[in-house]
């Protein structure tokens, strides 16, 4: 089962110099609580911006251009090779916005907190095709003076 996971603003923006766009703590209790003892998936750069490895997940990377890892992360530079490895696994996509893109015309599901505000950004989650999928409300919240929605898009079976 692939399953997305992310935040974004009304316009979809995701980051931006390879940072989240706003400081969220129950959307991050909400990530942990939805990844934990898990595998996730991860370009790069998230990888970069995540600064240290999370508690009780199996964390996967995919990058061309770097491969000195810690023991504990399993990378991949061949996306195939990845699919090949997730295949009949369950798995969170963490992100960022390339590797959103490698995977949201396969995921199953989509776990899009949805923040009722707009930033300026550099990357944006990609396009999908929202009648594919029914949506599930699965909470509201706010921090910080920001509201925002946990939603699931889950793909109907054809
Ligand atoms: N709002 C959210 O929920 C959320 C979640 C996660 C991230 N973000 C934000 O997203 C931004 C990062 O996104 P990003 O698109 O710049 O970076 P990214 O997707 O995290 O990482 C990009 C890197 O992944 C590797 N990569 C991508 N496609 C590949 C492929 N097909 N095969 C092998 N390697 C591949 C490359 O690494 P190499 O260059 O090493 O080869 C590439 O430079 C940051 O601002 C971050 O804060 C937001």
Redesign the pocket.
């Known amino acids: 089962m692939i399953n997305i ?4 603003g009304k316009n979809n923006e ?8 706003w400081r969220l703590p129950k959307d991050l209790k909400f990530f942990k609580e939805k990844t934990n003892n898990h595998i996730i998936v ?6 970069v ?1 995540l600064g240290r490895l999370l508690p009780n997940r199996t964390h996967i990377v ?5 491969s000195d890892f810690v023991d504990e992360v399993i990378h ?4 195939n090779e990845l699919l090949k490895f997730i295949k009949n696994k369950d798995v969170f996509i ?7 893109k ?1 995977f949201i015309d396969i995921a199953d599901n989509i776990y899009l ?1 949805e923040i009722n505000d707009s930033k300026k ?3 944006y ?1 990609p396009y999908f095709d929202k009648t594919l999928y029914d949506k599930e409300i699965l909470g509201e919240e706010n921090d910080n003076g920001v509201s925002y929605q946990f939603t699931l898009y889950k793909r109907r079976k054809l």
């Open positions: 996971i992310a935040a974004v995701l980051g931006l110099n390879n940072q989240l766009l991860m370009g790069y750069n998230t990888f911006s995919l990058s061309y251009n770097h991949f530079k061949d996306y963490i992100g960022g916005a390339s590797i959103y490698l907190t950004c550099d990357v989650f």
